[in-house]
């Protein structure tokens, strides 16, 4: 891997170019602030009386009341007012009172005659348009002339500025002077420039990595560039020199840099919740509100307001910046590596700020280094940070494309390992296959290259369990492994379209349990390779005699986070597709329709386990005729489910899905119950009307349940009785519970009806010698009348008469059928033609209005 070659070559060239950075601007800074002015001396007294109000009025004030300032640079505070200053110095041609402090907002030069005539004035500060300064510099400079001391003339200067109050004056010469502003504002620019590209450079991370984060440092770098400027003169000289009233970037932009540090820094660590998220929380919102305070105030054009909130605003910053740090320190606890990166560039920004301090409050003397410390350690705070930034995204970077390099380096490797080699967690525990923990790390991989090029195909034989309890576990397993070497082998026909990452059998096809199994196929040869596998498995083998037919269903989905986030999940969805694939070879890929169906599949079957206590159960009855004498014959009970959310229910909808829960045999007693009781009614009525119930396969594996229904019916004489139907499916099962359950019904006399015959794969061969009396065939034959098959409903008929059996017909809807069944020797119908399904209570009517036809017909004869 290159990664850790490169990382320290960029290490170096980082320090480099950092270094370089630095370099320069400390050449800059002590070359435009060359001390060769030689300043003369200048005495600066102060007058601070709100009621002066004109230089006339200050030349009057006793010399008792004003105040000596030793250091004039010093600053006054905040929220003095209008400060009056009177400068005693000597005279000289060609000589400037340069005020280094562009920032103030009212700075007027007075010089008074004897007579108290003002013969010279400037009118100036960023509050005033640029143009009225009598020299274009950035500082305030006012010339100063020889003369002066002939006419006895005296300088008067007021100051008045809303935020900190300061006076740094130097009386030097007017050439010197406009040399080293030049020099400074070519650093203050350089300076300048290098924070803009910082803040251009955490826009451009920012939008290419898309953090958050990086929005906010470069939103804090803006409104720093934006205040540095101010405070060094240049916006209000270049771009809008007649504008003065948009010199107000330090109001505008301190709360907004207290604001964006503080969710700079909450978002660099992640702080989204403790203390310290609170913290840098509150300073957001305080910041937020002194903002708004702050245009308020200048609306209202309130002084005092607006002093007060500059120097709040001051003191929160560097509140804000001490929380910053304390922060990093606190964050090498948990993130070691990002507290490393953030705490240098804050180091350097905290110590220009304590020298800054410390130089404003007399305790180091001034120099070059200590006035531009604010400055230079602003800009190289940003420049670290940034790289730091930089480095950060780099780091991060070249820790994927290890991580990413590694994983491709293992899967190359696990594509050349031998089975001794390999993990044994990674082979299943059946049939040597791939292990569900293998294709769990397979299918993340994939989902991580977001590529959705494979199907995830699901394989699945639904009679492995039965043919395992009929040939035993080792000739089941014999047979299985024949299959999957057939499959390994038609794979390798298919080449690259089955996704494999070797030659042996595990890392091709996937075991997930001892019938179920998996593969990844390519999506655009997914359809031939399904083909194929359907071929194959249609191919049976023969062992002692006896060919088994597994019974494969198939499922598919695509692997993609659209249809799961996860390897567990897209194989649950692969199992969920194939527990709705009905027919042997049926393929059924997943869509998302598949999971609300099973949610409601799920609801159904918890809704049937009460459905019978609920009332949420009824039953109707559709009588049957007797073709011959035109007599009721019998009624067959139907089951109905009314459910609370999804109304009606049907039975070929929840019947099923209660065989799979294994509630049929409760449903089973509830129908038989009901069926007893409307008998019973019936019987107290007069009405002589078997009632016929249907039994389910599981019904008939339930012995138990049998022998109570039996046990019941022996109290009834055998005309009382109830009917059984029994579908050719629920006797299909070869099971000694069933030949049991079928064995009792025999002895107890109990008439059985084979239900749904012709519907599937008629049991001609066990028809004989099964304990039913009663035929009925399936509706589905009376779909070959006027065709050449009609003949095979008029042989059912037959074979249902040669086997002496009473022969029923259902689904009859038209009169051209009951004709037909009658031509060929029907005993009984029953459909639409002859009966809807009705509730209980309307029998006894229909009984009624059918006796009433009878009457009728029988006296046609005489009347005619």
């Not at 004709?819 to 009966?835: C, E, H, K, P, S």
Request: hydrophobic share 50%; net charge neutral.
């Amino acid at each position: 891997m290159k990664s850790p070659v490169v990382l320290p070559k960029v290490l170096w060239l980082s320090g480099l170019v950092l270094l370089a950075v630095v370099t320069l601007c400390l050449y800059l800074m002590f070359g435009s602030s060359r001390d060769d002015l030689a300043p003369q001396p200048v005495q600066v007294w102060l007058l601070q009386d709100g009621a002066v109000q004109s230089p006339q009025q200050a030349r009057q004030i006793p010399p008792e009341r004003w105040q000596l300032l030793a250091e004039p640079s010093r600053p006054l505070g905040y929220g003095l007012g209008t400060l009056w200053f009177r400068l005693v110095l000597e005279p000289r041609d060609d000589y400037v009172l340069s005020l280094d402090a562009p920032f103030l907002d009212e700075v007027d030069f007075y010089l008074l005659t004897p007579d108290e005539q003002v013969s010279l004035q400037m009118q100036s500060g960023d509050q005033r348009p640029f143009a009225n300064r009598l020299i274009p510099a950035s500082s305030l400079m006012f010339p100063v002339q020889a003369s002066w001391q002939q006419n006895k003339a005296e300088l008067l200067v007021r100051l008045n500025n809303v935020g900190q109050s300061v006076l740094p004056l130097r009386y030097v010469a007017k050439d010197a002077a406009l040399q080293q502003a030049s020099r400074q504002q070519m650093l203050h620019s350089f300076f300048l420039g290098i924070l803009l590209f910082a803040a251009l450079l955490a826009v451009l991370l920012a939008t290419v990595t898309r953090q958050h984060s990086l929005h906010l440092f470069s939103g804090l770098l803006l409104c720093i560039t934006a205040v540095q400027a101010e405070l060094n003169g240049l916006p209000f000289q270049w771009l809008w020199p007649e504008t003065p009233g948009w010199n107000r970037l330090t109001e505008l932009c301190l709360p907004l840099a207290i604001f964006c540090c503080s969710g700079f820094v909450r978002s660099y660590f992640q702080l989204n919740t403790g203390w310290l998220a609170r913290l840098f929380g509150l300073l957001m919102a305080v910041a937020v509100l002194l903002f708004a305070a702050t245009q308020v105030s200048a609306l209202l054009q309130s002084y005092a307001w607006q002093s007060q909130l500059k120097q709040l605003a001051v003191y929160l910053m560097q509140l804000c910046v001490l929380v910053t740090l304390v922060t990093g320190l606190w964050m090498l606890k948990t993130q070691r590596r990002k507290a490393v990166l953030f705490l240098l560039p804050m180091s350097v920004l905290m110590l220009s700020v304590v020298l800054a301090a410390l130089r404003a409050l007399g305790f180091i003397a001034e120099s070059a280094l200590t006035r531009s410390a604010l400055e230079l350690g602003t800009t190289l705070a940003a420049v670290l940070m940034t790289s730091s930034l930089v480095l950060g995204i780099y780091l991060e970077k070249a820790w994927q494309a290890q991580v990413q390099q590694a994983l491709l380096e293992r899967n190359e490797q696990l594509s050349k390992l031998q089975q001794l080699e390999l993990n044994r967690s990674k082979i299943a525990p059946f049939y040597g296959l791939g292990s569900r923990l293998a294709l769990v790390e397979l299918l993340n991989y994939e989902l991580q290259q977001h590529r959705s090029r494979y199907r995830l195909l699901l394989l699945e034989f639904k009679q492995y369990s039965r043919i395992e309890a009929v040939l035993g576990r080792r000739q089941a397993t014999a047979i299985v492994n024949a299959y999957v070497d057939s499959l390994l082998v038609l794979f390798q026909r298919h080449g690259t379209a089955v996704v494999s990452l070797g030659a042996e059998r595990h890392q091709t096809l996937f075991s997930l349990a001892t019938d179920r199994f998996a593969l990844l196929v390519q999506q655009t040869d997914f359809v031939p390779v399904l083909t194929g596998i359907r071929k194959l498995l249609h191919q049976k083998f023969t062992v002692d005699g006896f060919t088994p037919d597994f019974k494969p269903h198939y499922a598919s989905v695509t692997v993609s986070s659209e249809f799961g986030q996860d390897a567990e999940e897209l194989i649950a969805h692969a199992a969920l597709a194939i527990t709705f694939v009905q027919k042997t070879a049926g393929h059924l890929g997943y869509q998302h329709q598949l999971g609300a169906d099973s949610r409601q599949r799920l609801a159904l079957v918890a809704g049937l386990a009460h459905a019978c206590n609920a009332g949420q159960f009824s039953l109707l009855f559709q009588p049957l005729l007797h073709v011959s004498t035109q007599q009721p014959y019998g009624a067959e009970a139907f089951i109905r489910w009314q459910h609370p959310q999804f109304g009606p229910v049907s039975p070929a909808v929840f019947i099923p899905l209660a065989e799979e829960a294994g509630l049929m045999s409760t449903i089973t007693a509830w129908v038989y119950k009901e069926v007893r009781k409307v008998q019973n009614q019936w019987l107290e009525q007069r009405i002589m009307l078997p009632i016929s119930m249907n039994l389910s396969a599981q019904d008939l594996e339930n012995p138990a349940l049998i022998n109570s229904i039996l046990q019941h019916e022996q109290k009834y004489p055998p005309a009382q009785r109830v009917k059984f139907e029994l579908a050719e499916s629920a006797l299909a099962p070869d099971s000694p519970a069933v030949h049991k359950s079928l064995q009792l019904l025999k002895q107890a006399g109990s008439v059985l009806v084979m239900d749904d015959f012709g519907a599937g794969q008629s049991m001609l061969t066990k028809l004989g010698n099964l304990p039913v009396s009663e035929l009925k065939i399936d509706m589905a034959l009376l779909t070959m009348l006027d065709t050449h098959r009609e003949q095979l409903l008029a042989g059912a008929i037959k074979l249902g008469k040669a086997l002496e059996m009473t022969v029923i017909c259902e689904g009859v809807e038209q009169q051209r059928q009951l004709d037909f069944l009658t031509l060929n020797g029907i005993d009984a119908v029953q459909g639409y033609l002859i009966a809807r399904p009705m509730p209980a209570a309307e029998v006894p009517r229909w009984l009624a209005k059918q006796q009433g036809k009878q009457a009728t017909l029988a006296n046609q004869p005489q009347q005619a």
